[in-house]
C-alpha cells in the first residue's frame, strides 16, 4: 500500500460512513454519548482537506500527517485514541515506500496496540476493539501466510462482521455505554459498527483495485 492507496482508501472510508450514517448515529444515540458520527465525519473531512499534503508523503510521513490532524480535529475521547492510532501505524512504516501485507500488517497490530493502551481497554468490552482485535491478529496469520489479497479482504470482511454483530450480546465495560449495565444489552456498539464499515471500505477498495 503506497501513499496514493492511503488517500484512496481514506476517501473510500468517508463515503462509506455517510452512507451508513442513519445506523451509526442511531446506535450512538441507543447507547453512546451521541456525537461519535459527528467525530468521524469531522474527522474524515479533516483527513479530505488535507489531501494535498499528503500526495508527496512517504506511507509513513502520511499516517503520521493524519493522526497529528485528527489529534486535534476529533473532540472527545475519539482524538486521541484515532490519532494515536495513525501515528502508530506511521512509526511502524518509517523508512518504506510501498510496505507489503507482512509489513502494513504489523503497522496495523501497532495502531491497534495503540487505541488499547490509551484507551486501556481490551477484547469483549463492547467497544471499536472488539472489531480491530480480531481483525489485526487475522490479517497478521493470513499475511504470513501469504494469502493472496482477494481471499485476504474476503477474509477479513467475515471477521469484522461476526465481531461487529458479537458486540450485541456483551455487557460495555468501557465508554458511555457501561453506565447503562444489561440496558445496553442488544446493542452493537457503535464504534464497533464504524470500524466494520472502515474495514470493508478498505477491504473492497483494494479488491476493486486488483481487479481493474
Known amino acids: 500500500m503506497n501513499t496514493q492507496d492511503i488517500i484512496t482508501a481514506a476517501r473510500a472510508v468517508h463515503a462509506a460512513i455517510l452512507t451508513n450514517e ?28 488535507i489531501t494535498p499534503e499528503l500526495v508527496p508523503l512517504s506511507p509513513a510521513q502520511a499516517f503520521n ?5 485528527l489529534l486535534s480535529t476529533i473532540g472527545g475521547a475519539s482524538g486521541p485514541l484515532i490519532g494515536s492510532f495513525f501515528i502508530s501505524m506511521g512509526r511502524e512504516l518509517e523508512g518504506s515506500v510501498e510496505p507489503d501485507a507482512k509489513h502494513f500488517a504489523r503497522a496495523l497490530a501497532a495502531g491497534v496496540e495503540a487505541i488499547k493502551s490509551r484507551g486501556k481497554a481490551d477484547l469483549g468490552e463492547k467497544t471499536m476493539l472488539d472489531v480491530l482485535i480480531p481483525a489485526s491478529r487475522l490479517l497478521l496469520r493470513l499475511a504470513e501466510e501469504g494469502c493472496d489479497q482477494g481471499t485476504l479482504c474476503a477474509r477479513l470482511k467475515e471477521e469484522a462482521e461476526l465481531n461487529m454483530l458479537a458486540t450485541r450480546d456483551m455487557i460495555a465495560t468501557k465508554g458511555r455505554a457501561h453506565f447503562l449495565g444489561e440496558r445496553a444489552l442488544g446493542h452493537i456498539d457503535p464504534g464497533a459498527k464504524t470500524s466494520q464499515v472502515a474495514l470493508f471500505a478498505v477491504c473492497d477498495m483494494l479488491t476493486i483495485g486488483a481487479a481493474s
Open 22 to 49: 442513519q445506523q451509526i448515529e442511531s446506535l450512538d444515540r441507543a447507547i453512546g454519548d451521541g456525537d461519535h458520527f459527528i467525530n468521524v465525519r469531522r474527522g474524515c473531512e479533516a483527513i479530505a482537506a
Open 65 to 69: 500527517r493524519i493522526g497529528m490532524k
